[in-house]
């Protein structure tokens, strides 16, 4: 039965991505991979504060947070999908755009990753 629910927000998790990516497109235009960027660091932020936040709450079991780190979070964060778009970047002579994507990328997540395990714990105080 968990294996069915994660699949089931994983599901979900890559149509929340889907929709990021369309919205990102529309509003800012393909020149830069904005949606892959934003995925990856909401979903660095949020897999912080479900790793950290919802530990100690008896509310979230261990199901809940596989549920939601390995299913919704899991389908929703592309790395798959950076490397790509990094790679067709550089591969375009966009080699200026290639390292600020992967920079963003890797510094946004990192810092994303922090605040979200400072805002998990920050539930326990």
């Known amino acids: 039965m968990q ?10 998790g890559t149509a929340l991505r889907y929709g990021v990516g369309l919205a990102s497109v529309r509003l800012l235009g393909p020149a830069f991979p904005f949606g ?20 100690g709450v008896m509310v979230f079991g261990v199901e809940a947070r596989l549920v939601l780190g390995v299913g919704l979070l899991g389908g929703f ?7 790509l ?3 067709r970047l550089a591969e375009a002579g966009q ?12 510094v946004g997540c990192l810092l994303a990753g922090l605040a979200g395990l400072a805002l998990g714990r920050a539930l326990h105080a």
Do not use: K
């Not at 294996?3 to 979900?12: P, R």
């Not at 995925?39 to 897999?47: E, F, K, R």
């Not at 080699?95 to 890797?106: F, I, P």
């Open 77 to 83: 964060t592309t790395y798959s999908s950076f490397n």
């Open 95 to 106: 080699l200026d755009r290639a390292l600020l994507y992967g920079l963003a990328t890797v």
């Open 85 to 87: 778009e990094t790679l």
């Open 3 to 12: 294996v069915l629910w994660i699949a089931l927000f994983g599901g979900l």
């Open 36 to 55: 892959t960027l934003a995925v990856n660091v909401l979903g660095s932020l949020a897999l912080g504060v479900v790793a950290e936040g919802l530990a």
